[in-house]
């Protein structure tokens, strides 16, 4: 058993303790009558780690001020989950960390508010939505920002219906959570941009000051245990399947054989940095696309999101854009403006790709191969006269085989996306959201 790791006096026991926490999903929140989350996963392991008699169900739900103030005035009160700052630093006894948690200004995107420093949220005069003596609250207030322009919500999903109806100009509060309660609320996460990072720090069980700290050591003692054996990695979702295909220049094997491409290094980069695993897959598209839709944990990218497909998956993105073009080989006479213009021509596609798909809609007969890469070849064999594909994918695909396309026209501008099985848990989904989120409004700082 664990706890014979643990040097510490057996009369000792975490049953001693009063446990606390709030609504802060995915971290910590409440669903029906039931304590979910990732501190709670975890806190549950601690409790099974040392052999303690306790579960969720002795864990007490309160509003953040509430719980903040109990855990600082009564002794053997743990507070979660907690930022760990140096103004709190003295105030409590830590254990942890649990995950880190980077607190964000939220705008929404249509907003056009571009801010480079706190000095531009002051000199804006915007409204800001905050959670009283949340740490995103405590960053604007050590900041110098006014008074007039702080606008405390209930709860966080009170601040994002703020946010949302215009009642302010951004949101104070910590980017995973944001995201997944824009998912929980059925609004879109594009909808929205983290606009300035006021705070990075780890998320931590907080202690009372006058607790027992051979209480604290042996919480510390379990979670490392844990740590070590890879259990936290598994409660914030475990490792999920990447699907992809050859879709240059998005996801495509390089010449030893690793997948690569604008796609799969913007994943490969926001997974890291939301401590979370994938294992990436090359499989032709028609079966990247089908085990997503029908295996539990598993992705596909890049992914075209359309209304068909809408509700078949869990979306995380955008990741990139596609211009869906018609090509025609250089040295043809074939002219066309309009897909109207292709319905006695021979148009190349492949299986399950939304390009081709929306073309066949529009009543155009489509020939579809297995893989984009055969279309390259059709062309030059003069089996199809067109080609309706991504321009950035032909254009990449053309170099490679050395062949001259002319482009027709251009005839939609859309996302791509990676796109989950509902089954992958909401805390893997809303983590990867904020980090692609953050990777994008980092590029678009100047």
């Not at 057996?10 to 709030?22: G, Q």
């Not at 975890?42 to 864990?59: C, K, N, P, Q, Y």
């Not at 480079?116 to 405590?138: C, F, K, L």
Request: charged share 25%; with cysteine.
């Amino acid at each position: 058993m664990m706890l014979a790791l643990l040097p510490l006096s057996a009369a000792v026991a975490l049953e001693e303790l009063t446990f606390i926490t709030e609504e802060y999903p995915p971290y910590n929140y409440r669903q029906g009558d039931r304590l979910e989350g990732i501190s709670i996963e975890l806190l549950e392991r601690i409790f099974a780690e040392t052999g303690t008699a306790m579960s969720r169900e002795d864990v007490l739900f309160y509003p953040w001020a509430r719980g903040y103030d109990t855990a600082l005035s009564e002794p053997g009160t743990v507070l979660f989950s907690t930022t760990r700052t140096e103004q709190r630093e003295e105030l409590f006894q830590w254990v942890g960390p649990i995950a880190t948690d980077r607190v964000t200004l939220i705008a929404r995107r249509d907003s056009g508010i571009q801010l480079n420093d706190i000095e531009d949220v002051i000199a804006g005069d915007y409204r800001i939505a905050v959670i009283r003596e949340d740490i995103g609250a405590q960053r604007l207030q050590e900041a110098g920002v006014p008074e007039t322009q702080i606008h405390a919500a209930i709860s966080g999903a009170s601040a994002l219906r703020m946010l949302e109806r215009g009642r302010v100009d951004l949101w104070a509060y910590g980017e995973d959570v944001a995201f997944w309660l824009m998912n929980e609320e059925g609004l879109p996460t594009t909808d929205y941009t983290p606009a300035l990072t006021i705070s990075e720090s780890d998320l931590y069980y907080a202690l009372n000051p006058d607790t027992d700290p051979e209480l604290v050591a042996k919480m510390q003692a379990a979670l490392n245990n844990l740590r070590e054996g890879g259990v936290l990695s598994e409660i914030l979702g475990g490792t999920i399947a990447f699907n992809t295909e050859e879709y240059p220049p998005y996801n495509y094997l390089d010449e030893q054989g690793k997948i690569i491409g604008s796609s799969t290094e913007l994943l490969r980069t926001a997974l890291n940095a939301a401590e979370l695993e994938a294992d990436f897959r090359l499989l032709p598209w028609a079966r990247a696309y089908t085990e997503a839709q029908l295996r539990e944990r598993h992705c596909v990218y890049s992914t075209t999101r359309t209304p068909e497909r809408e509700s078949l998956f869990t979306w995380i993105g955008p990741l990139t854009s596609s211009t869906w073009t018609a090509f025609a080989l250089e040295n043809t006479h074939i002219t066309a403006d309009t897909l109207t213009d292709l319905s006695e021509l021979r148009v190349g596609s492949f299986r399950e790709d939304a390009v081709g798909q929306y073309v066949a809609s529009q009543g155009i007969p489509i020939v579809v191969t297995s893989a984009e890469r055969e279309n390259v070849t059709r062309l030059q064999a003069g089996l199809i006269d067109v080609w309706v594909t991504g321009a950035q994918a032909a254009e990449y695909l053309a170099a490679e085989a050395d062949l001259l396309l002319r482009p027709l026209f251009t005839f939609n501008e859309v996302d791509l996306y990676l796109a989950c099985h509902p089954s992958v848990p909401d805390q893997f989904v809303s983590r990867l959201q904020a980090a692609i989120d953050r990777i994008h409004a980092e590029a678009e700082v100047p």
